[in-house]
Nanobody
């Protein structure tokens, strides 16, 4: 069915930046939250950032808040993740998702999201 599409990943050296994009083939109602998650090989998928209606500010994992910024362009069905000062430990497959988390504390929980992309690989070398 409907699937989100990530792009913008690649291989960069530590300290570099990337901007990931997440596009939907259909309009996602503005009530939906959009989240970014990442998963390293053999590891569990972890929440990175999310943005929801009613605020221009995103929600972040504390350790990433100073380096990553999430944004959303509702008119173009696109969300972004700006990643700065990348570190080797940021290496992972990055996924975007859309959903309706029941409460605020679920916004960085993968299980709260219904629609997912296929992922885009980010590799950071030292």
């Amino acid at each position: 069915q409907v699937q989100l599409v990530e792009s913008g990943g690649g291989s960069v050296q530590a300290g570099g930046s990337l901007r990931l994009s997440c596009a939907s083939p259909i309009y996602i109602d503005g009530r939906y939250c959009v989240g970014w998650f990442r998963q390293a090989p053999g590891k569990e998928r972890k929440g990175v950032a999310a943005i929801c209606p009613g605020s221009e500010y995103g929600y972040y994992v504390d350790s990433l808040k100073d380096r990553f910024t999430i944004s959303r362009d509702n008119a173009n069905n696109t969300a972004y993740l700006q990643m700065n000062s990348l570190k080797p430990e940021d290496t992972a497959m990055y996924y975007c998702a859309a959903g309706l988390p029941a409460i605020d504390s679920y916004r960085l929980i993968a299980g709260a999201y219904n629609y997912w992309g296929q992922g885009t690989q980010v590799t950071v070398s030292s």
